[in-house]
Structure formats: structure tokens, C-alpha cells
């Protein structure tokens, strides 16, 4: 979406938050919801009602691609904490990251109203600790 602006083919766009710091874009933040840590409902998960970002160091990291802004606000944070990711793997599809949590792979990091929409029967989200918020706003040249 950054780039279809930038390059002139959208005027406007509602998109993730924050935008690439290099490129020449305005912003209006709309929308911030949590992020949740997407976990199989397993015993060693349900008995927790948060996610440490330090606890992620030990666990498969499911992640959106590294052009979305999600990717570069958790590898920052993960940063903050002192650790690299252990990457499984990378995805612009929240519902493949999802399915990859569903089999075992790993855990998967997303916002809040993606969440709600998962089967609660089989899946878990639990807020991060600290809280960060994913934001959804408007973008223009």
C-alpha cells in the first residue's frame, strides 16, 4: 500500500501503522487494538493470562512478511528485550500463520480483532506483555 502511493497509483490508503520512516508519507492514526500471542490451546498455555515478549526468545516465531509494519514493530521490541527471533516462518496471510499454529510450528503474533475471529475451541491468544498496539491508519503523499 506504501508503495501504491508513493508511486502515485492510490491517492489514499488505510494501512498498517506505523509507515516506513524513509518514505515521504503522512499518517492519521484511526484504529489501535493489542497485540495477542496466538498459542495451541494446550495445558502449558492455558493456564497463563499474558505472554512475556522476553518468553518469546525460547519459542518458533510465526511472523508477517518484513514489509509489513507489524514485522518491524515485534523485531524492534524483540530487540528491546535483547533477543533475536527464532524465525519458523514468514507469511503475508494471517490465516496460513494461523494454520501453522494449529499443526505445532510455532506461535503467532496478532492483533486483537484477527483473534476474535479464531476458533477458540483448538486456539489460545493471550495479550504481550508489555502491551503493544497495532494500528491501522490512513497514509498520503
Known amino acids: 500500500m506504501q508503495q501504491a502511493v508513493i508511486h502515485g497509483e492510490l491517492d489514499l490508503a488505510l494501512t498498517a501503522l506505523p509507515a516506513d520512516a524513509n518514505l515521504p508519507l503522512t499518517s492519521l492514526p484511526l484504529f489501535s487494538h493489542p497485540l495477542c500471542v496466538v498459542v495451541p490451546r494446550t495445558e502449558h498455555w ?79 491468544w493471550l495479550p504481550l506483555d508489555p502491551q503493544l498496539p497495532s494500528q491501522l491508519g490512513l497514509i498520503w503523499r
Open 46 to 124: 492455558l493456564a497463563r493470562s499474558r505472554v512475556a515478549i522476553s518468553e518469546l526468545a525460547q519459542e518458533n516465531i510465526l511472523i508477517y512478511n518484513e514489509d509489513f509494519a507489524l514485522y518491524r514493530q515485534l523485531i524492534a521490541a524483540f530487540q528491546v528485550e535483547g533477543f533475536t527471533p527464532k524465525i519458523a516462518v514468514r507469511s503475508g496471510q494471517w490465516d496460513f500463520l494461523v494454520a501453522m499454529v494449529q499443526v505445532g510450528i510455532g506461535i503467532a503474533i496478532l492483533p486483537e480483532p484477527i483473534c476474535q475471529r479464531l476458533d477458540s475451541n483448538n486456539l489460545l
